[in-house]
């Protein structure tokens, strides 16, 4: 049974920083590419930012890049999203993403990222 969990939402000011993360289990983790999704109320889910199944390459969507670091862990089967200087429009539940060629992805239920004063 594949599972994805993240963790590490809340509400911060604008400004702050959270590191969401997202902990697989039921895959073999190291052979997929990860990404980040977040969808906001009455909006449409967008991709943040994917890293490869090695980790040796990252892509940001241009509203974070410079502010959002995607990272991960294989032996820990774990990827991060680093967010710093947030700002009110990053309010969404985040999501992670795995995939691999060849076979299905697979979601995480969220967790909620809320920036405000």
């Known amino acids: 049974q594949v599972q994805l969990v993240e963790s590490g939402g809340g509400l911060v000011q604008p400004g702050g920083s959270l590191r969401l993360s997202c902990a697989a289990s039921?895959?073999?983790?190291?052979?997929?590419?990860m990404s980040w999704y977040r969808q906001a109320p009455g909006k449409e889910r967008e991709w943040v930012a994917e890293?490869?199944?090695?980790?040796?390459?990252?892509n940001y969507r241009d509203s974070v890049k410079g502010r959002f670091t995607i990272s991960r862990d294989n032996a820990k089967n774990t990827v991060y999203l680093q967010m710093n200087s947030l700002k009110p429009e990053d309010t969404a539940a985040y999501y992670c993403?795995?995939?691999?060629?060849?076979?299905?992805?697979?979601w995480g239920q969220g967790t909620q990222v809320t920036v405000s004063s």
């Open positions: 890293i490869t199944s090695a980790g040796s390459a990252t």
């Open positions: 039921g895959i073999t983790f190291s052979s997929y590419a």
């Open positions: 993403y795995a995939i691999r060629r060849g076979t299905g992805g697979y």
